[in-house]
């Protein structure tokens, strides 16, 4: 029975997706003559439809498409200024369609507006930066198809499939118009979250450059033959589709059929890739040719290079001139970042007839902070001239020979990339735009393990109020002074590691059990065990891995006890409340039939742990997550981080530390999308580990990564709200934080031009040793120091008390000359002072200097001047500051003092800037001590090596040297960064940033 409704709402929506809202009674009566002269468009007959409708109904998951790409569509013209996902904009659709209250409110309730985040964007302006939106309703073909794919067979929401909508273009609409006469280069960088989704995107991307007119895309797709397969079928199943994989090769001919790749995917037997219903070609479009397949990378042979070669349908115009372009077959390359690859590319494309000047090429780099970031060190450059790694230099020769070539790198971890030269052109800096994805709805990232910006107090957290009581479990190892180091491994294994596995099959019979109540399938259930980078220390733990396995005693009543108490004090809770729908087991004995299923499918090969610590490991066929179920456990190192997606992950054990702030993010492998077990995934965590000589809580260094990723993300929104003139990635490279002391943002050889420009220091101590030398520097510093002294000469004489530790009755008394000047009079003498290293104390000046809640936030200081009551103790007066001790330090060979203030000083001191409470015992401290106020402990010092006239030494050789201690409290380290970086543009000496946000 035909659907008249529908047909000719189908219509009607057609023509209004490209010129957005009109009058809806209008387009119905006009089309609906046409189609069905008798069929009932009221609005009453459409409000009881859609108020009806049951989900899947066509007709509602029509209107619900269209509401979400008007809600999520920016930049409308339509749209009357109004943000996008929000109830104005939604108020102006209805407006615009001319509806009444009645079917607002029902379409409202079976489409309601999803508040949503869109990307935030920070791009440069051009001429032509309309060309896609004016060019895009004409020739789009594998966007829609892709579109559709995305809502049919991945069971997208519209809201999902509208923002990806919405985020592919912002990106697309800022690449250079592929039928320009003109040519230019964009360079673009996409930052996503850990396992978000970012294939998703540049898939997106590529549908639309191709219906754009890009007809070369090469994607970089990691440094692993499996990360390529991965990102190579991919493409292959959403966007080429299964027509233009064939060729058009008759499927049914088994001769025909040889060497084509997928004939043993079950996704392509099952009919899961995309099908177009026909080659592209054969339907007035273009059909997409592959240069690289499954199992083959990029290859140096003669089809490879002719395969290269575009045909021009009219052969005195450029390729891409229109006539010629949307005539042509489009190109996709899917290559590992390898050197001899891209050496073979780089060298076939020379060889072709085509002009590369005329082919519009998008090149999409997938984890581009790795390997294409230049790590070579500027300082061993001959003669000043650039010197690059192999992959950045095989990147930045393939860009320089495809003048139509455009850059976009998508990452979840940006330092790297944000830490290139602006002004070196031929590097991969995002010159252009720099987009910021939102986090997608049904994430699992840092939010959903930490419990950040909580207003509850540690000690009233629960499993109900806090993600850390849910999710995670804290490694906490014996003192490594008090047992060896295998006492610490086989007490971490007994109590920790055996924990962890009862988790893994406790969470594999949850989904068992909540496959039989009508969810899942669950196809993969996965355990990832990380503990070192070393592949001895793998085979190890897998072998330490399998004797916990062994004897867990699962099917025997010691295992199921040890089962029983784990459900009732951790899977069952947790769940009870954070299942979301899902069943769950009244009792242990509800679940008690799934343990042994669960366990029999990870050990039923009887090897149930895998080590994956190389490529041969990770293309082992049990470790297939395209072709067949997975439960395992895995063992492994980098090769489990960056890139690889450990499908089905609910367990995780973590104990290995870096020092890099982007490699850390990367092993966070327990983010992404865990939907339908959600309440069941758990991280163990080491707390107390080691590392070289330090002992670090590896969760508090997640948390510290997280706070730096958010600070970056945050200052990109504020630019991107700042008003005025837009600004551009070179003019705005953010700010890149480091809260925690032992973790920087990138490695060593990323950060060669990156810049420290501040250093937050809220309660801890700044104590400068590069003070010049030269006397002239010398005397102007005392001279800077001029209203400090006169404070002093006007100050009093007090004694404080240095408390000895765990209160055993200790104490040192200690005399200092004191007085107190404003925190404007103190910041003016600092910002005078010279330095024989000024980018040392420049980093420490900004903070103080920053007038906002993140600086300083003082009012006053105290300023201690400790006087020596020993004898042969010398004294001076300088600047009416009445006679101060004189310190003698000694100087290093390179010029700085070894140290400046004694310990036994810092304490007063401490409890007047407030980070030690008020006691009776120091009675002056602490009648000093109130908010907002620091404490400056000063010193007049002279080199001991240097002459003194008569035991007084005269102004010039006098140092005033110091230790800062801005106000803080216990906690203050939780407020903020304590590090700042940017990057250094060669092109420019002034600072980066333009202008400032209000």
Request: hydrophobic share 35%; proline share 7%; with cysteine.
């Amino acid at each position: 029975m035909t659907d008249d409704l529908l047909e000719i709402h189908a219509a009607v929506h057609a023509l209004m997706r490209e010129s957005g809202p009109r009058r809806l009674s209008k387009y119905l009566a006009v089309l609906g003559e046409d189609i069905s002269p008798e069929a009932d468009l009221t609005e009453p007959r459409l409000a009881a439809r859609l108020g009806s409708a049951e989900a899947g109904d066509p007709l509602l998951e029509m209107w619900r498409r269209l509401l979400k790409h008007w809600d999520h569509e920016e930049g409308a013209p339509w749209a009357a200024a109004t943000a996008p996902n929000t109830v104005e904009r939604r108020s102006a659709v209805y407006t615009l369609l001319g509806i009444g209250e009645q079917l607002q409110e029902t379409v409202t309730q079976a489409v309601p507006v999803a508040v949503a985040a869109g990307p935030v964007v920070i791009s440069k302006e051009r001429p032509d930066n309309d060309w896609y939106e004016e060019s895009r309703p004409a020739r789009s073909f594998y966007w829609p198809a892709y579109e559709k794919y995305l809502l049919t067979q991945r069971k997208w929401s519209a809201d999902a499939v509208a923002s990806l909508d919405q985020a592919t273009t912002q990106v697309v609409s800022r690449l250079a118009d592929p039928t320009s006469p003109l040519p230019y280069q964009a360079k673009g960088l996409v930052v996503g979250y850990v396992q978000s989704g970012k294939t998703a995107n540049f898939t997106g991307v590529a549908a639309k450059a191709f219906d754009a007119g890009y007809r070369l895309v090469i994607v970089l797709g990691g440094t692993l033959n499996l990360l390529r397969r991965q990102t190579q079928r991919r493409l292959d199943m959403e966007l080429v589709g299964r027509e233009n994989i064939l060729g058009g090769i008759d499927p049914a001919d088994p001769v025909a059929m040889e060497g084509v790749d997928y004939q043993d995917d079950k996704d392509w037997a099952a009919g899961r890739f995309l099908n177009h219903g026909a080659q592209p070609a054969l339907l007035g479009h273009f059909n997409i040719e592959r240069l690289t397949t499954r199992d083959d990378d990029y290859r140096s042979l003669l089809r490879g290079i002719t395969a290269l070669e575009f045909d021009k349908r009219e052969p005195e115009l450029p390729l891409y001139d229109p006539r010629n372009l949307h005539r042509t077959a489009g190109r996709l390359m899917v290559v590992k970042k390898n050197k001899t690859v891209l050496t073979k590319l780089v060298r076939d494309l020379k060889k072709i007839r085509t002009s590369l000047a005329e082919i519009p090429v998008l090149i999409i780099d997938d984890e581009s902070d790795q390997a294409s970031v230049n790590t070579s060190d500027p300082r061993k450059w001959q003669d000043g001239q650039t010197e690059r790694t192999a992959i950045n230099g095989l990147l930045s020769s393939l860009i320089k020979m495809l003048p139509r070539a455009q850059y976009v790198g998508y990452t979840a971890t940006p330092f790297a990339n944000v830490f290139i030269d602006p002004s070196d052109v031929d590097d991969i800096f995002p010159n252009d735009f720099l987009i910021s994805l939102p986090r997608p709805s049904g994430y699992m990232g840092a939010q959903d393990f930490h419990d950040l910006g909580s207003d509850i107090s540690p000690e009233h957290r629960t499993i109900a109020n806090s993600q850390e009581k849910a999710h995670v479990r804290s490694i906490e190892t014996p003192d490594g002074a008090s047992v060896s180091p295998e006492e610490a491994t086989e007490h971490a294994d007994s109590r920790y590691l055996r924990e962890a596995l009862d988790m893994y099959v406790l969470a594999g019979a949850m989904k068992l059990y909540r496959e039989d109540q009508g969810a899942g399938p669950y196809r993969h259930h996965t355990m990832l065990v990380h503990e070192s980078v070393k592949q001895a220390e793998h085979r190890d733990l897998a072998e330490r891995l399998q004797r916990l396995w062994d004897t867990s005693d699962y099917f025997g009543p010691r295992g199921h006890a040890r089962l029983r108490e784990l459900f009732s004090s951790d899977v069952q809770p947790v769940s009870v409340l954070r299942s979301e729908g899902f069943a769950v087991p009244l009792s242990f004995d509800g679940l008690a039939p799934y343990i042994g299923p669960a366990v029999i499918r990870t050990g039923g090969s009887n090897h149930p742990i895998l080590i994956v610590n190389g490529d041969k490991d990770i293309e082992q066929p049990e470790l297939d997550f395209d072709s067949q179920s997975v439960w395992k456990i895995l063992v492994g190192g980098t090769k489990l981080s960056r890139g690889f997606t450990v499908e089905g992950l609910t367990v995780t054990y973590y104990r290995r530390s870096t020092a890099a702030a982007d490699t850390l993010m990367q092993m966070g492998r327990w983010f992404g999308f865990r939907h339908g077990y959600r309440d069941l995934v758990r991280l163990y965590i080491g707390r107390n580990e080691t590392r070289g000589r330090q002992t670090v809580d590896l969760y508090e260094g997640f948390e510290g990564i997280c706070r730096d990723e958010e600070s970056f993300r945050s200052q990109l929104a504020l630019y991107n709200g700042a008003g005025g003139p837009p600004l551009t990635p070179a003019q705005v490279p953010p700010l890149v934080a480091q809260h925690i002391s032992w973790i920087k943002p990138s490695a060593p050889n990323k950060m060669f031009n990156a810049e420290l420009v501040e250093i937050r220091s809220p309660g801890r101590w700044v104590e400068p040793a590069a003070h010049p030398a030269a006397a002239a520097d010398t005397r102007h510093n005392t001279d800077c120091w001029n209203p400090v002294y006169a404070a002093l000469g006007g100050g009093e004489r007090l004694t404080f008390v240095h408390l000895g530790q765990n209160d055993r009755g200790s104490y040192t008394r200690f005399a200092a000359q004191t007085g107190v000047v404003s925190h404007d009079v103190l910041l003016k003498v600092l910002a005078g002072l010279r330095w024989d290293r000024p980018e040392l104390f420049a980093p420490h000046l900004s903070y103080l200097a920053d007038p906002s809640e993140a600086g300083a936030a003082a009012d006053d200081w105290v300023v201690i001047a400790p006087q020596l009551s020993t004898a042969g103790a010398t004294s001076t007066d300088l600047h009416g500051s009445g006679p101060l001790t004189v310190v003698n330090r000694a100087r290093s060979a390179s010029g700085v003092f070894s140290r400046i203030s004694g310990m036994a000083h810092r304490q007063s001191a401490e409890r007047i800037a407030g980070l030690l409470p008020a006691t009776g015992e120091d009675p002056f401290a602490s009648q000093l001590a109130k908010a907002r106020r620091g404490a400056v402990l000063l010193y007049p010092v002279v080199d001991q090596h240097s002459a003194s006239r008569n035991g007084s030494p005269e102004p010039g050789p006098v140092t005033t040297a110091f230790a800062l201690l801005p106000p803080g409290s216990t906690d203050s380290a939780e407020h903020g960064p304590l590090i700042r970086f940017r990057t250094i543009d060669s092109g420019t000496d002034s600072p980066v940033v333009t202008r400032m946000p209000d």
